[in-house]
């Protein structure tokens, strides 16, 4: 087997685990874990396996200039975007949030014109406004509630949070994505997350009757700590050593799909035809927003 067919595959496991996550998330709060108390659980979980990791590669020295955006980089990427994304499932259901985060493109390119300048065309104007229309569909008419998701709107408007949140989080490692180890970087990360959530997240984290746990709950907390936080980010990192940045963002339709036919196959989510229209909205302004103009050549310069 060729690295490019692992790589395709480790992009497709990536999207799978993603959107499972979903629906297993779903499945444990409020009951056995509150959502905040659930993000304690995760950072702790994943900030151990990426130290137990650093162990086996060489350290590395952080510039004193970079310890204030590693600290902003676990603030919005592993606390406002992990906490809100929670908080969001608790409240609304699997499909909505796997549609709604897929935001995250046309957000970032908002994010990107306000604090990055840069130019946005007429297209992807439009774009924009067609993401935002399906999201905003989503929030102001789908259905209020449901069971075991008793507040959607507000839910779904946590999951725009939690995708805004995601982007600031993707402008600011930017600078140093090239400058550390992956490991190195998410080690830090993750520390200073548990650092930032441990005051947000304790008093729920305590409520937990650990002892009482079923096998059926632990072994969900072990696939959110273990698959969806450690494993997709390697799986990640992988393919995009080998695959192109346009191909592993095609695998980002990937997720609501899987999320949608796991939801409806296990019965905690429901169809609806409002809901397909709103993800055909955001879908189509992703793809457009996303669109890299045609290069021409041009007086010996290269236009775009």
Not at 129 to 145: C, D, P, R, S, T
Not at 189 to 195: N, S
Not at 276 to 283: T, Y
Request: aromatic share 12%; with cysteine.
């Amino acid at each position: 087997m060729n690295n490019r067919i692992l790589a395709l595959l480790a992009a497709f496991a990536a999207s799978a685990i993603y959107g499972a996550n979903h629906t297993i998330a779903k499945d444990l709060m409020p009951t056995v874990i509150q959502p905040f108390g659930f993000i304690l659980l995760r950072v702790s979980g994943a900030a151990l396996l990426f130290w137990v990791a650093s162990l086996f590669l060489p350290r590395e020295k952080i510039d004193r200039k970079d310890w204030l955006r590693f600290v902003a980089c676990a603030l919005f990427g592993m606390a406002i975007n992990m906490l809100s994304f929670f908080k969001g499932l608790s409240l609304s259901t699997p499909i909505n949030s796997s549609v709604v985060i897929t935001l995250s493109p046309v957000l970032l390119l908002v994010l990107s014109v306000v604090f990055l300048k840069e130019r946005v065309t007429l297209l992807k104007s439009i774009g924009i406004g067609l993401g935002l229309a399906g999201a905003l569909l989503l929030i102001l008419f789908g259905m209020k509630e449901q069971p075991n998701a008793p507040n959607i709107p507000l839910g779904n408007l946590l999951f725009v949070l939690n995708a805004s949140s995601y982007s600031v989080y993707l402008i600011l490692v930017k600078p140093i994505a090239n400058k550390y180890r992956p490991v190195t970087l998410m080690k830090w990360f993750f520390l200073f997350a548990v650092i930032i959530n441990l005051p947000i997240g304790l008093s729920e984290f305590t409520q937990v009757e650990w002892t009482a746990l079923s096998l059926s709950s632990i072994w969900k907390m072990l696939f959110v700590i273990i698959g969806t936080t450690f494993l997709t980010y390697l799986f990640n990192i992988y393919a995009l050593k080998i695959l192109s940045p346009s191909t592993i963002g095609a695998f980002m339709y990937l997720q609501p799909l899987l999320a949608t036919l796991i939801a409806v196959l296990v019965g905690s989510d429901i169809l609806t035809t409002l809901r397909i229209f709103a993800a055909a909205l955001i879908f189509t302004g992703v793809y457009i927003s996303s669109r890299k103009p045609k290069k021409r050549l041009q007086s010996n310069n290269i236009q775009h």
